[in-house]
């Protein structure tokens, strides 16, 4: 079975400062995806950024960019000039790519950032 | 065009009460699913539906859950004889074809079993 771990708990960071949040995983699979996922006091779940496994390049859309290291099974997302609407829960996760199977999720890392 | 809608936005009810929560993926997503989220904790997965068929029930937490998906499109969770560990954040989610895997999710609907 998959497992998903962020080890920070809750960060936060000046308005415009970059900040990067961790995630590892642990899957015996060579072909899944990797996300992020952004939750606003909204509730809405929104996506930020995936990554394939089989694409060594590491994703990026416009602010946000991820470092993935395969053999290390780390997927970490970094936000730069970091805006007051990027306060929110950030999900890691993890799928399989055999298919619509479910999203295996990381517990979170709340991010505030400061004014 | 319209997102995942899901109803009602909030729902309290007594112990020992059923509850419905419905779900309304995108138009055209075969595949839909439920995950739970309880305060302070991450998103478990609960059921997949791909067409109207559930190949995984396998995070349904009790036989006091279950769901069904009609004509391929609406969902509805049902949930028996609810207990106050059921309180929590309900999430939906669709997508399109097996080769996608993004999932757009709706806004959830938060339970409260007093």
């Known amino acids: 079975a998959q497992t998903v771990t962020q080890s920070q708990p809750e960060m936060s960071v000046q308005e415009a400062e970059t900040v990067t949040l961790s995630c590892t995983y642990d899957?015996?699979?060579?072909?899944?995806?990797l996300f992020w996922y952004k939750q606003p006091p909204s509730r809405q779940m929104i996506l930020v950024i995936r990554?394939?496994?089989?694409?060594?390049q590491n994703a990026t859309e416009n602010r946000f960019s991820v470092n993935f290291q395969k053999a290390a099974k780390s997927f970490s997302l970094k936000i730069s000039d970091s805006q007051l609407g990027d306060t929110a829960m950030y999900f890691c996760a993890f799928i399989s790519n055999f298919g619509n199977e479910k999203l295996t999720f990381g517990t979170g890392t709340r991010l505030t950032i400061i004014p | 065009g319209a997102g995942v809608s899901q109803s009602p936005s909030n729902k309290v009810t007594e112990k020992g009460k059923d509850v419905e929560l419905r779900c309304d993926p995108i138009s055209g997503h075969t595949a839909l699913y439920w995950y739970r989220q309880s305060l302070g904790q991450g998103l478990e997965f609960l059921i997949y539906?791909?067409?109207?068929?559930?190949?995984?029930k396998s995070g349904l937490p009790s036989d006091r859950f279950s769901a069904e998906r009609t004509g391929g499109s609406v969902s509805t969770l049902t949930i028996q004889r609810t207990q106050q560990e059921d309180s929590a954040v309900y999430l939906c989610a669709s997508s399109l074809a097996l080769e996608h895997n993004e999932q757009f999710f709706g806004p959830g609907t938060r339970l409260t079993v007093l």
């Open positions: 899957t015996s699979e060579n072909n899944y995806y």
């Open positions: 539906f791909q067409g109207n068929s559930a190949p995984d």
């Open positions: 990554q394939e496994a089989y694409k060594q």
